[in-house]
């Protein structure tokens, strides 16, 4: 007996983002693979309520599907005021309100309508607003589509933050971003890095139909604003989260969110479920 973690659809990711082919032979190869662990895994952990229920509506039984969210250390990640001032101090930034991306660009990422975002972001936040942008990607490649879209670059500091540094970056921001594309398997993930913008007391401007976090921030006054890159509606979720950084105890309350739907504790429950199938068997 075996089980499976995390069970996601990752050919349909592959191919929904444009680097497979639905009838390449990767796609079919893994999709096959995935079909077998379907009918011969006693257990399987996915990391979205989502995509429980499209397998159960697959006829998979409900019983054997656990949901373990991509869990996040929220004491590592957690506010810290010291480290706010050291990394505001090392990129010439005062108080004013900055917003952090941390990631890529392409693939499950939307890339020039991302660079658009946060130029609106910088118009709308105010003279003294920054954005600040950890990414693998090379740097002058970054400043020119955030040129193209019409950013202050004077406002803008890009660079790569080894992990251990991720949390100090946090700290140094106010809101964050997550802009991933809408694609139908996007709703089947669980990105670690809204997480830990959680964790760190950040609300995050995240598209729509991502994961389970799109409903939970949709129904969470705490945990952000949603917003569709290719709609309208980037400048009223803009609105939102900068009045919402405004209230008292906000960051604490945002911090909760992490605790409560991506604590380890629920991936050991997963794992104690799967230890005790198998000493019925």
């Known amino acids: 007996p075996y089980a499976v ?152 500091h890009v660079g790569f933050a080894p992990h251990n540094e991720v949390p100090a970056w946090l700290s140094a921001a106010d809101i964050a971003f997550a802009p991933y594309r809408g694609t139908p398997s996007s709703a089947c993930i669980s990105p670690m890095k809204i997480g830990e913008y959680w964790a760190a007391g950040l609300p995050v401007l995240l598209t729509r139909g991502v994961g389970d976090d799109s409903a939970i921030i949709a129904s969470e006054p705490d945990g952000g604003a949603l917003f569709d890159p290719e709609g309208k509606d980037l400048d009223a979720a803009l609105d939102r989260v900068l009045a919402l950084i405004g209230a008292p105890g906000q960051r604490e309350r945002t911090a909760l969110l992490a605790a409560r739907y991506r604590s380890m504790d629920i991936t050991v429950a997963a794992y104690r479920a799967i230890f005790g199938a198998l000493t019925m068997r």
């Not at 191919?15 to 190869?29: F, K, M, P």
């Not at 392409?106 to 920054?130: I, N, T, V």
């Not at 954005?131 to 002058?140: G, N, Q, R, V």
């Open 5 to 156: 973690d995390y069970f996601e659809p990752h050919a349909d990711y592959m191919a929904d983002v444009g680097e497979w082919t639905r009838g390449g032979l990767l796609y079919r190869g893994l999709s096959w693979l995935m079909r077998l662990q379907r009918r011969t895994a006693l257990r399987v952990v996915t990391v979205a309520h989502n995509y429980r229920r499209i397998l159960m509506a697959d006829g998979m039984d409900s019983d054997r599907i656990l949901v373990a969210p991509c869990p996040v250390d929220s004491e590592r990640m957690r506010f810290d005021p010291e480290a706010r001032g050291a990394m505001r101090e090392r990129i010439g930034m005062g108080e004013g309100t900055a917003a952090i991306y941390l990631g890529k660009f392409g693939g499950l990422y939307h890339r020039e309508r991302s660079f658009l975002a946060f130029a609106r972001f910088l118009e709308q936040a105010g003279s003294d607003a920054r954005m600040i942008i950890m990414t693998p990607e090379p740097k002058d490649d970054v400043l020119a589509g955030l040129r193209q879209a019409g950013a202050d670059l004077a406002r803008v």
